[in-house]
């Protein structure tokens, strides 16, 4: 309670301020055609976020996206002209008293500095804003679209005093402050998107909020790319990254060989090694299914590329290389936005999900991005994940290692195998003729800002 009323002061106190340094622009009014949208993170690592301005802006609204410029967004969004990327600076806690007075500190510096980023931009007829995070920015975009008249739009990605309740646990005072904050403000929003349907019933039940359920789908650059992208995107990560050199020199000193494909120096003609390793996009390590290949059991060498940032990726990348691992290669480039997507586009051969959910209602925005290449999943099971995977028919889920080795052991034996499992999980994600981003957003979400 007592961060909240922080908050509200803080807003308080900087009001004359803001009333006397917009006071012109605000009697213009705001723009019909014009959104304001909120993420304070990272805009790069945000795709969601990206998607709605996107799709926002194709369809007639210019759009002022503020966020953490930490890592690149797609090209898209930087070449739109109707999308403006406004760069927000994160602030630091203190360092000195206790962590409840350094935390309350930063939420109040934080709450008065978007305050004062937003009033100084061109009000917008909509604020979207994702949640989590929502501590402090649904109580200020809530504060600034009744200044502005701009109707509050809150994208529900998960709950935000669930992630806190990793760290400090449920019942933490921090966690039930965060709780009651997000239900109290969140209920004050015109509109509310969410991710699954079981967030819908959640919100509804609990939350008394009522809201629409946007799943996450592919944007249109998730796709099955030719073979020669593939190729091109194997050299390149080669020259960085020893997993995807070629294993041996070819016959033709002049042909381009990775570990995965070559160019034929005369007709330009690429192809697949038949002897290639498995490539597995993942983020954890692959110690049982390095035993049964020991054991003497037919199956390929894997490639391991862990994607992403993280404070442990350089704890856990020691650890992966104390393994000594003779049949597995482990990889962990930060890849380009636009190199990503070309990973998974027919370049992996099996996409593993960890995720779990902090509050069990949210979906891996990974496994979409799989879905929309054609990429067969292994996911770690958890209470929703049937609304996205479906066991047996476009991947296989499982509960612990053991399961997952299993899995893999079935899943790559005689690999590669025309008529395995793999190549029919893929067949079955060319047929499902699945929604993108767009087309799913102008039947749910385009409607709602319209008529409103």
């Known amino acids: 309670m007592a961060a909240s009323c922080l908050v509200l002061l803080a807003l308080c106190l900087l009001l004359p301020l803001l009333l006397l340094g917009g006071w012109k622009r605000w009697r213009r009014g705001r723009a019909a055609r014009h959104v304001v949208a909120v993420v304070l993170g990272d805009v790069g690592r945000s795709p969601r976020m990206q998607y709605h301005a996107l799709s926002l802006a194709m369809h007639g609204f210019s759009v002022t996206l503020l966020g953490f410029c930490n890592s690149k967004p797609h090209d898209e969004l930087l070449q739109n002209n109707r999308i403006q990327i406004v760069g927000l600076t994160e602030l630091q806690s203190l360092a000195v008293g206790p962590r409840v007075f350094q935390y309350g500190v930063k939420v109040v510096l934080q709450a008065m500095y978007l305050l004062w980023k937003l009033m100084w931009r061109e009000p917008g007829a909509y604020i979207f804003l994702q949640n989590p995070p929502g501590l402090p920015s ?168 862990i994607t992403g940032k993280g404070p442990l990726r350089e704890y856990y990348s020691r650890l992966i290389h104390q393994k000594h691992f003779q049949h597995i290669q482990v990889c962990t480039p930060w890849l380009e936005a636009e190199d990503y997507p070309l990973l998974l586009a027919g370049s992996a051969d099996l996409g593993v999900c960890l995720h779990t959910s902090s509050s069990g209602l949210d979906l891996p925005m990974k496994v979409v991005d799989m879905f929309g290449c054609c990429l067969p999943v292994c996911a770690v099971n958890f209470k929703c994940l049937h609304e996205l995977v479906k066991h047996e028919e476009n991947g296989l889920v499982f509960e612990d290692s053991e399961e997952l080795a299993a899995q893999l052991q079935m899943l790559f034996s005689n690999f590669p195998d025309p008529a395995g499992k793999l190549n029919q999980f893929r067949k079955n994600l060319r047929e499902s003729q699945q929604l993108r981003w767009d087309e799913s957003w102008v039947q749910t979400v385009l409607p709602l800002v319209m008529d409103t």
């Open 138 to 305: 649904i109580a200020v975009c809530w504060f600034v679209g009744c200044l502005c008249g701009s109707k509050l739009v809150i994208d529900w990605h998960n709950y935000g005093y669930s992630i806190m309740g990793l760290v400090h646990g449920p019942n933490h005072p921090l966690v039930l402050l965060a709780k009651w904050y997000e239900k109290f403000f969140g209920r004050l929003s015109h509109l509310n998107l969410c991710v699954t349907n079981a967030m819908r019933e959640d919100l509804a039940d609990n939350w008394h909020i009522r809201a629409v359920t946007v799943y996450d789908k592919p944007a249109s650059f998730f796709k099955e790319t030719p073979l020669d992208l593939q190729h091109r995107l194997f050299m390149k990560l080669g020259s960085m990254h020893s997993p995807f050199r070629a294993r041996s020199e070819p016959e033709d000193p002049v042909t381009e060989r990775s570990a995965f494909t070559e160019r034929d120096a005369g007709s330009g003609l690429v192809t697949r090694l038949r002897e290639r390793p498995a490539l597995l996009v993942s983020s954890t390590s692959w110690t049982e299914f390095e035993q049964l290949t020991l054991d003497g059991h037919n199956l390929p060498s894997l490639v391991c590329v």
